[in-house]
């Protein structure tokens, strides 16, 4: 099962409280947009009310000795000579049905939480009006109505040559229901140019059902609308593919084909298309590795790779790599100017083959364009944009705060091969632990790992000793280390703006930097006209990493705008054994052994001790569905939902719920 949502509505149950007052005691910025309910509206001057639709809104305090409601009239101040009494209204008087209300006396009222297929709006319940092709979803006696398939790399058609394309985890699969109806349903272009993206933000056409793909790139879409031309959105960040499907079946399942199920290859689209978007990539060529060739195998087409001036996108800079002909221009135009690196979604610097210091205005336009929400990858020698260490010191003398994110002593060691684990410890925020392990069990799925969790690396350098844990980001958390060898890191990541100095935390992340101190190959491309060094084939293990992490640089930044959020090992409260994350997934989490001499449940469930473990059951954790670990060492499978819902659905993990939104 994988999680699907019904979008019914603006409120929902399990909207959290929000208390940011705006000026003029209204919502503030943080407050819900469907609020329905203002301070102006209740006339109010003190205390809290609730905006109709779950969350909160605080009018404002009393000056003492006065007090909300003091004189007896509520969401005034009064009361401070001791005249008057508040009379605090309940929900029932206010006529409130569901959502928070205040009682005039400066107490919140919780008034209760609506029905499945209900929203709250202005306290009151309701079932939001069917519109478009929610009229086309239908009550399945047993079997419901389900879209399935496997989403892919864009991959080439030629598999023989190339071999399959490789799995997509965490895409967003949904069916639109815009206003706007046929065709298009209200999916919208995406905007031109770097912008501050959210999971959220990037999504349009109104999903009307939704779910992300697991692991192995496998989705279900439950409680599909059926009948003939029914639209389907495939997406991650701004790769996003919109599809017809000539016929879905009322009650039955409807598998989607590799052909109706891949990434976009080109802008233009398969025949039948009515979206086909690809990130507008610039790459900076270099002589000795070949990050633009791993593009090309993925699956993008050879037309898409064009100079700036053309309409690929994928568009080559030379600073002493490929070529498209003799016009393309130099890598320094690319970083010249803010205009012009602000035209790009992604931007991937390959190794030179030395190191190249660059000025320090040419770094401060790489930090403005990623904190302004882009996404740059650099591998080996291009740690320059990173750092300016020199190598004869440990030193972080570069751009601030990028060269606090790690521990750079450059130029140390260089092996043909080594072999590089991913970290799957849980360190970092819950999103990324998940994508950690997610990449661990993706390579051992597409091949590329022998042993879960390690695979060979060739052409391996040594520039930095640690990710540091000094560069806090806004969620407080530092950069991510990915990969490992026995000696030293070689790969990490960290989202942007990092704060400098540490304390000062930015209130918004929605660009990242990811860096290798590997060569995806040493191929050598100098002055050579592009696809010359790019070598037909299947993809080596090392160039599946890197694809993994391509895809990852160009994937939303923060929660997913639909289905169930992810759990770690802590907030489960399990110390040790596997669990799950909460979610339909396929994702298990290893929460640790325990020290020799003690087992785990022993000393209660999911903890170390000695004493004698009585493993859980689904029925003593009240879990409905998913996969649980049993405290003792050992994980149970909770089973799967209803027709209709879907596990985590209500963000409450193991348990079968419909999120409301």
Known sequence: ????????GCGSRDSPPISTPGANGDAGVDAAPCGLVTCDTEHASCGPVGDGCGHTIDCGGCTAPD???????PFQCGGGTGSGACVPRTCASAGAQCGAIADGCGTLLQ?????????????????????????QQVACPTQPTTITGTITAPGHDDVATWGPPDPIYGALVYVPNGDTGPPRYGVTAFPAG??????????????????????????????????????????????????????????????????????????????????SDLPLM???????????????????????????????????????????????????????????????????????GEQVVKTAAQQQRVIDYANAGGRVFATHFSYTW???????????????????????????????????????????????QIRRIAFAQWLQLVGASPVLGELPVFSVRHDFDAVSSVAATAAGTPAQRWLASTTNPLHYTFDTPVAYPPSVLPATQCGRVSYSDFHVSNATSANVTFPTECADGPMTPQEKTLEFMLFDLAACIGPPATGCVPRTCAQQGVACGPTGDGCDDGIVLHCGSCPLGQVCGQGGESQCG??????????DAMATCGLLGDGCGGIVDCGECAPGATCGGDNVPNECGIVLQ
């Open 111 to 135: 008034c209760g939480s609506c029905g499945t297929g209900e929203v709250c709006g202005a306290n009151t319940c309701s079932i939001p009006p069917c519109t478009g092709l929610c009229a």
């Open 386 to 432: 990173l750092t300016n260490s020199d190598g004869t010191v440990s030193s972080n003398t570069g751009p601030k705060p990028f060269s606090q994110t790690a521990a750079w002593l450059v130029n140390q060691d260089i092996a043909d091969s080594a072999t590089a684990v991913v970290d799957q410890t849980l360190q970092g925020d819950v999103l990324t």
């Open 194 to 275: 770097v912008a501050c993206d959210s999971c959220s933000s990037l999504v349009s056409g109104a999903p009307l059902v939704s779910t992300t793909t697991a692991v192995d790139g496998t989705f279900t879409l439950t409680n599909a609308p059926c009948g003939s031309a029914i639209p389907l959105v495939i997406q991650l960040g701004r790769w996003r593919r919109q599809i017809t499907l000539p016929g879905v079946a009322c009650c039955a399942q409807t598998a989607l084909t590799p052909a109706q199920s891949h990434l976009p290859r080109t802008r233009i689209g398969e025949p039948g298309d009515l979206r």
């Open 610 to 619: 000695t004493g004698l473990c009585i493993p859980r059951t689904c029925g």
């Open 67 to 73: 007090f909300c409601g003091g004189d007896g009239t």
């Open 1 to 8: 099962m994988f999680a699907v949502v019904v979008a019914l």
């Open 282 to 352: 610039a790459v900076s060529t270099g002589d000795v590795d070949t990050l633009h060739c791993v593009l090309r195998k993925t699956g993008i087409a050879d037309s898409e790779f064009t100079n700036p001036n053309g309409s690929g996108r994928v568009q080559l800079y030379q600073d002493n790599g490929a070529v498209i002909n003799a016009t393309t221009p130099a890598a320094s135009t690319l970083y010249a100017t803010v205009a012009t690196l602000d035209r790009y979604d992604l931007v991937l610097f390959e190794c030179v």
